[in-house]
C-alpha cells in the first residue's frame, strides 16, 4: 500500500485544484512535458499514442465523405494574409512573424500559419476553372502557430497540431451542406469515439470565426463545469473568393465565384478526454482511443509459471486488442496504481493460485468493478466490456452535463446560477450584441452556442427584457 499510495500522491484532488488536478495528471501520466520554447510542449509517446488514435479515426470518417488529404506550407507572406481584412484583423494579436532567411532580412515577411484559409485560397483560383473542377474537398493535418498569451497543456498552447478542411463549392447550398455534413461528424465522433457528449449549435455574429459568413460548433461540458470548444465547422460563402478572386465557369456559360467551408479539430480533444472522464486516481480512458485496452499483470511472477502464464495471456489478448504486459520488478500494488493512473480500461491480474483455478481476475478502471473470469472465457469478456466501458462512460458524462445545465428566465435567475453553480445555462437572447457584451463583462461569461433543438424558454431577453429571438448556451469556457 505504501507504494500505491506513492504513485498516486503528486496528483492533487480535482475538488480541491481542478487546474492543478489537470497539470498533474498530464504530466504524472506522461502525456506532455514543458520545452525551453515558452508556450511550447513536448507530446510524449503516451499522449502522442492517443493523438494518432483520434487522427486515425477521424481520417477514416473524413475520407468516407469523399475527403482527400493534401499538405500545404506552413508560412503565408503579409501581402496574401492581407487580402482578406476581416480575416487577418481576427488573427492579427496570435500571428508569428519570419523576418529573416538565414541572415538575410526577407523582402516580404511572412507568417508562421495560424490557418491556411488565405494559401488554400491561393491554390483553388489556378486550380479551379470550371464547375466540372467542383467540389475540392481537401484537408490537410498539421501544426498551427498561434502566439498565446496564456498557455495550458493541450488546451492552449503556441503550437498545436489540428486538422484544417478547406472546400471549394458551386453553390453557397452545397457550401453549407457540407459545413453541416462535417460538424455532424465531428459530433458523432466525440460520442462514439471519445465517449463525450455535446451540443451542436451556431456561434453568434460576436463569436464567429473571421471572415466566415456562419460558424457552427460543438461545445462539450468539463467536469469542473466549464465549457469545451471542441471542433468547428465555417461557412465562407463567397466572401473569401472574391478577395482571392477564385471563380468558375459554370454549366451557363457564366463566371461565378465559389463557395468555400473550412472546419477543423485539435489536440485540445486530449485536454478535454482528461478533463470530462479523469478522476483523482489519473486518466479514464474511452477503450477505442486508449492506446493500451488492456495491461495484464502477474502477481507473485517470479513464482514458476506465472510470467509464462502472463505472457501467453498477453500473446492471446493481442490478437484482438491493444495490450501491455507489465513483467518489471515494481509491487503489484504500485502497477495497479500506475495502470490506473495512466488510465488503461482493463487490467487483468494473474497470480499462482489463479492458474491453480483455471482463471483470472479482470478490473474495470471506469468504476474498478473486480470481476472472476474462467481463463477460457477471458478473450470474450474483455470485447464485452470493451463495448459496456465505451458505453457506460458516455452515459455517465451525458448525464453529469444535463445535471449540471441549468435554465434561466431573467437575469436575477441567470447571475445567481453563475454564481452558485458551474454548468451550462440556457437563457433566451434577443440578438443584441449589446447584451452578449454586457454579460461577459458582468459574469465572464460567453455564449457557446445557439443550438440546433431551440426551446421556448420565455418570450423575453434575460439580460435586456425585449424579445427573444434565441435560446442560447451559455457558460464559462477554456
Not at 503516451?46 to 469523399?66: C, N, P, S, V
Not at 465557369?249 to 485540445?268: A, C, E, H, I, P
Not at 470474450?380 to 452515459?395: C, F, N, R, S
Request: hydrophobic share 35%; charged share 30%; glycine share 6%.
Amino acid at each position: 500500500m505504501a507504494d500505491n499510495k506513492k504513485m498516486v500522491e503528486a496528483i492533487t484532488s480535482m475538488e480541491e485544484d481542478f487546474a492543478q488536478w489537470y497539470t498533474d495528471v498530464v504530466k504524472k501520466a506522461e502525456l506532455i512535458d514543458y520545452t525551453s520554447v515558452k508556450g511550447c510542449m513536448v507530446i510524449k509517446p503516451a499522449g502522442y499514442a492517443i493523438w494518432e488514435l483520434i487522427q486515425r479515426q477521424l481520417d477514416e470518417r473524413f475520407k468516407a465523405t469523399g475527403v482527400e488529404n493534401v499538405y500545404l506550407p506552413m508560412f503565408i507572406p503579409e501581402s496574401l494574409l492581407q487580402k482578406e481584412k476581416d480575416h487577418v484583423e481576427g488573427f492579427a494579436p496570435e500571428v508569428a512573424w519570419v523576418t529573416h532567411g538565414g541572415l538575410q532580412p526577407l523582402q516580404e515577411r511572412m507568417c508562421v500559419r495560424p490557418t491556411s484559409e488565405t494559401l488554400f485560397c491561393d491554390f483553388y483560383k489556378n486550380d479551379i476553372q470550371s464547375y466540372r473542377d467542383l467540389p475540392k474537398v481537401y484537408n490537410q493535418w498539421c501544426s498551427v502557430v498561434r502566439w498565446e498569451k496564456e498557455t495550458r497543456p493541450f488546451l492552449r498552447s503556441r503550437e498545436f497540431l489540428w486538422q484544417e478542411g478547406h472546400t471549394a463549392h458551386a453553390s453557397f447550398e452545397d457550401a453549407q451542406a457540407r459545413t453541416i455534413q462535417m460538424l455532424n461528424l465531428y459530433a458523432q465522433f466525440c460520442e462514439e469515439v471519445l465517449a463525450i457528449p455535446v451540443i451542436k449549435g451556431q456561434k453568434t455574429e460576436k463569436e464567429k470565426f473571421a471572415g466566415a459568413e456562419a460558424t457552427y460548433t460543438i461545445e462539450a461540458l468539463m467536469h469542473d463545469g466549464k465549457a469545451l470548444q471542441s471542433g468547428t465547422s465555417h461557412n465562407f460563402g463567397d466572401g473569401f473568393a472574391k478577395a482571392f478572386g477564385i471563380q468558375f465557369t459554370d454549366k451557363d456559360n457564366t463566371l461565378k465565384y465559389v463557395n468555400q467551408t473550412s472546419w477543423g479539430m485539435t489536440t485540445r480533444l486530449i485536454g478535454a478526454l482528461i478533463m470530462v472522464h479523469g478522476d483523482n486516481e489519473g486518466l479514464v480512458l474511452p477503450p477505442k482511443v486508449a492506446p493500451i485496452q488492456v495491461c495484464v499483470i502477474p502477481i507473485a511472477q517470479k513464482k514458476e509459471g506465472v510470467l509464462e502464464k502472463a505472457t501467453e495471456i498477453k500473446e492471446q489478448l493481442s490478437k484482438k486488442f491493444r495490450v501491455k504486459l507489465d513483467d518489471t520488478d515494481k509491487t503489484p500494488g504500485f502497477k495497479f496504481a500506475e495502470a490506473e493512473m495512466r488510465g488503461y480500461p482493463i487490467r487483468v491480474e494473474i497470480g499462482p493460485k489463479d492458474i491453480e483455478a483455471g482463471k483470472c481476475v479482470i478490473c474495470r478502471r471506469d468504476t474498478r468493478e473486480k470481476i472472476e473470469v474462467a481463463l477460457p472465457e477471458l478473450e470474450a469478456k474483455v470485447g464485452e466490456l470493451m463495448e459496456t466501458i465505451q458505453k457506460e462512460m458516455l452515459e455517465r458524462a451525458r448525464a453529469h452535463r444535463d445535471a449540471h445545465t441549468y435554465v434561466a428566465t431573467n437575469m436575477e435567475e441567470f447571475e445567481k446560477l453563475f454564481t452558485e453553480k458551474s454548468g451550462f445555462v440556457k437563457a433566451m437572447w434577443c440578438g443584441d450584441r449589446a447584451c452578449e457584451d454586457l454579460i461577459k463583462e458582468k459574469l465572464s461569461v460567453t455564449s457557446r452556442c445557439m443550438p440546433f433543438e431551440q426551446e421556448n424558454l420565455a418570450s423575453t431577453c434575460v439580460c435586456c427584457g425585449k424579445p427573444a429571438t434565441k435560446m442560447v448556451y451559455w457558460g464559462r469556457a477554456y
